[in-house]
């Protein structure tokens, strides 16, 4: 359960400085304190043991109390590392953004290096399937996210469009990753627990389509599955939703 506990070790001497509140990113609080005894664990060590219980198990199986047994710690000790459970979530978070792999340099080709960036976000979701339940929540960036951004800014940045205008197209691309990620992990979810296959989710859905085409309630929807009602790749249809999406924001902003 969310709750501050004691403050992190700091020099006993100095009050300045942010208090441990949530609103306050975890990037503003000291890791170590200037006294006392070398800590234990890392923030990133801790980090990583929560996450590894979140895929296993749950977001809800991280309590400070469970997390702290994970560590041989006393629950009152986690809260010297970490201040409050929402500063637990904002480390998680910034870790698997730390899961992103980024070239060199930066590619010739942009718009495919922003569907790459996009494929990797989607399969970051999968692999911790939690994520899209904790990123409805005020963003606190972390040097992951903020190499994020930075990396994504530096696609766009022949685009000619403006901070607010490059930071819409950061947010459509990655939170259709997020939420196309999502999905997938549910559905993975759900063939591991009932032994259904891909194609038949993807029978299942195109059968509720056309049933509720064939009810004569939504005309469109029975256009369009006369036209064509084929299953189609998932992976075809993420990279075409993504270049559609860049592709229309930047030629949404050209039209004005």
């Known amino acids: 359960m969310a709750g ?18 949530p609103r306050v990113p975890i990037w503003e609080w000291p890791e170590h304190g200037e006294r006392g005894p070398k800590p234990r664990h890392s923030r990133a060590a801790i980090a990583a043991t929560a996450i590894r219980l979140a895929d296993a198990e749950g977001l809800d199986a991280v309590t400070m109390r469970r997390l702290a047994a994970e560590l041989g710690l006393g629950t009152m000790s986690l809260y010297n590392y970490v201040p409050t459970k929402d500063h637990l979530v904002q480390l998680m978070i910034d870790q698997t953004a730390g899961e992103y792999a980024y070239p060199r340099t930066l590619p010739r080709d942009r718009r495919s290096a922003i569907v790459d960036l996009a494929r990797q976000g989607r399969d970051i979701t999968q692999r911790h399937p939690w994520l899209p339940r904790v990123l409805h929540r005020p963003p606190s960036f972390g040097p992951n996210a903020l190499r994020y951004v930075d990396y994504f800014l530096g696609l766009l940045a022949d685009s000619g469009r403006d901070t607010g205008a490059k930071l819409e197209v950061l947010a459509l691309v990655n939170g259709f990753a997020v939420m196309y990620g999502g999905v997938q992990a549910a559905l993975a979810e ?16 195109v059968a509720a389509l056309v049933t509720a085409a064939a009810s004569g309630r939504y005309p469109n929807l029975a256009a369009a599955v006369a036209a064509d009602a084929t299953p189609r790749d998932p992976e075809e249809i993420f990279d075409s939703c993504v270049v559609r999406l860049v592709e229309g924001a930047l030629a949404d902003r050209d039209a004005r």
């Open 190 to 205: 759900e063939r591991a627990s009932t032994g259904v296959t891909v194609e038949a989710q993807a029978a299942e859905q």
């Open 4 to 21: 501050a506990g004691p403050q992190p070790t700091r020099n006993a001497s100095s009050n300045a400085g942010p208090r441990p509140g």
